[in-house]
């Protein structure tokens, strides 16, 4: 039962993939302009920090809940949130001093 699940929430997971990056490409067309540059960007910003929340909320579930703080997995998490937010702090200032 919890295969067909899994292939279930796979198929759901792959259609709709497949008709937002459709709807997306019907939207804003082959060729880049700046508003789909503009919507790229504003895509990507949102993403990286729903990763960072998650991240977090990952930390801080490990640490103050579970309580295992010597295990790889904690210390990855904890390494991904740090690299995620220090590359993203980094990038920023990069292009605001270029542009």
Do not use: W
């Amino acid at each position: 039962m919890r295969e067909l699940l899994g292939i279930i929430v796979l198929i759901i997971g792959i259609l709709t993939t497949l008709y937002l990056a459709t709807g997306y490409r019907r939207n804003v067309g082959e060729e880049r302009d700046e508003r789909g540059i503009l919507i790229d960007c504003k895509a990507a910003e949102k993403t990286v920090l729903f990763i960072q929340a998650l991240a977090v909320l990952e930390i801080i579930y490990v640490r103050f809940i579970v309580g295992d703080r010597t295990s790889p997995a904690y210390h990855g998490i904890l390494s991904i949130a740090l690299v995620a937010t220090l590359g993203y702090l980094a990038v920023r200032y990069h292009y605001s001093r270029v542009m």
